[in-house]
């Protein structure tokens, strides 16, 4: 495409032109540099268009690395030999101190099902009401599938974002990354939050036995629920895991897919993560349309991430401080509150 061509293609999908099957294979499939860089140009064109040069920064807390399931692809799943930590709610009460005033969008209180909150699940609905009363701020819970009347609860106790990531939309590959759980499920959870007033996440996982076609379903797939955040991530074999020798990929596929995510939901959020590449990654996915960095930690954290690139490195780079000033050094700035609160539709 030449830069005029370009420009009209940003500004169709501006005024609302939505991509075939075709336009997704064709976008997925570039492999040049040139032509990848033209894609990333059009994604930040449509970016900037709805947000400027506003991020949004999500703060993550893994509050329970204990989890009863077996995904494949997953640190944290129950067959891992491993040190995992629960913490106590003064924990997070402390951990919310540090927190105040800090610049934090929205709080993320990620878990693994962990039986004992699976086991009585209003402690889990207690802890999103404590961090709601400390800090007032939006919430996102990550826990998996919560059943409907705990993730009511949950909102009526300060819940406004449910994440739960599908990773994939084509089933078999669905039942060897998910295994043993259930594919509508999943999809069920994210849409009964939806219909309840939550503002729901979808994710993708990629660099693991996704081609174009897959993707394309994937992305399909997820576009009929109608999420508010989309994201992908680059699968990071796992020591310990059933996919623990599988080869690393670069980064491409989830840059692309970034961009692509951008162009197919033009004015949703998308997530440049700190988990897969740290800040240096950050700016990559910034380059191709994410516009909301996660997994940003508390303050001298030693909490865990979930891809962890960083496992066993001293420093681990994943500070607010640090975002705010390369994003500041792209020419970027933290939105304000009140932007991120009209995303959630308040
Ligand atoms: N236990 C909850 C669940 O599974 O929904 C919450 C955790 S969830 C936010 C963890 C997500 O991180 C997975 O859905 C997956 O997309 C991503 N993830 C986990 N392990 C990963 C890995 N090894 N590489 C890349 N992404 C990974
Ligand atoms: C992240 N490590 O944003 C977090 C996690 C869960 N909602 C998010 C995957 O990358
Ligand atoms: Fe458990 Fe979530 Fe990891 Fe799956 S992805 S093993 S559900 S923590």
């Given at each position: 495409m030449t830069p005029d061509e370009m420009d009209k293609f940003a500004e169709d999908i501006i005024n609302g032109a939505s991509l075939s099957d075709e336009d997704l294979k064709?976008?997925?499939?570039?492999?040049?540099?040139?032509?990848l860089e033209?894609?990333?140009?059009?994604?930040r064109k449509v970016r900037d268009h709805f947000f400027g040069n506003r991020v949004f920064l999500n703060c993550f807390i893994y509050f329970s690395t204990y989890c009863k399931n077996r995904c494949a692809f997953c640190y944290y799943n129950c067959e891992n030999d491993i040190k995992r930590y629960r913490l106590t709610r003064e924990d997070i009460k402390e951990t919310c101190k540090v927190l105040k005033g800090a610049g934090f969008h929205m709080i993320d209180l990620t878990m693994g099902e962990d039986p004992y909150y699976y086991d009585k699940p209003e402690r889990f609905v207690e802890l999103v009401r404590t961090v709601k009363e400390e800090l007032n701020l939006p919430i996102m819970i990550s826990p998996g599938v919560m059943n409907n009347e705990i993730l009511l609860k949950a909102r009526e106790n300060g819940a406004d974002f449910l994440a739960l990531y599908q990773e994939t939309y084509d089933r078999e590959r669905y039942a060897k990354l998910?295994?043993?759980?259930?594919?509508?499920?999943?999809?069920?959870?994210?849409?009964?939050?939806?219909?309840n007033g939550y503002c729901v996440e979808d994710g993708l996982l990629t660099g693991i036995g996704n081609d174009i076609e897959s993707t394309v379903l994937s992305l399909r797939g997820m576009k009929a629920n109608n999420p508010d955040m989309v994201r992908v991530m680059t699968f990071i074999p796992q020591e310990g895991t059933p996919l623990e020798g599988a080869q690393q990929s670069s980064n491409l596929s989830e840059l692309k897919i970034i961009a692509v995510q951008r162009l197919f939901f033009p004015d949703r959020l998308i997530p440049a993560s700190l988990d897969v590449e740290g800040i240096d990654g950050m700016v990559h996915r910034l380059n191709a349309g994410a516009n909301i960095v996660t997994s940003i930690l508390p303050p001298n954290s030693e909490l865990d991430g979930v891809a962890n690139y960083d496992r066993g490195l001293k420093e681990r780079d994943r500070d607010i401080k640090s975002v705010i000033s390369r994003l500041e050094s792209l020419g970027m700035e933290p939105a304000s509150q009140a932007d991120f609160e009209k995303v959630l539709g308040h």
């Open positions: 064709k976008l997925l499939a570039i492999e040049s540099e040139e032509e033209k894609l990333y140009r059009t994604a998910r295994v043993g759980q259930s594919f509508e499920g999943r999809v069920n959870a994210r849409r009964f939050a939806k219909e």
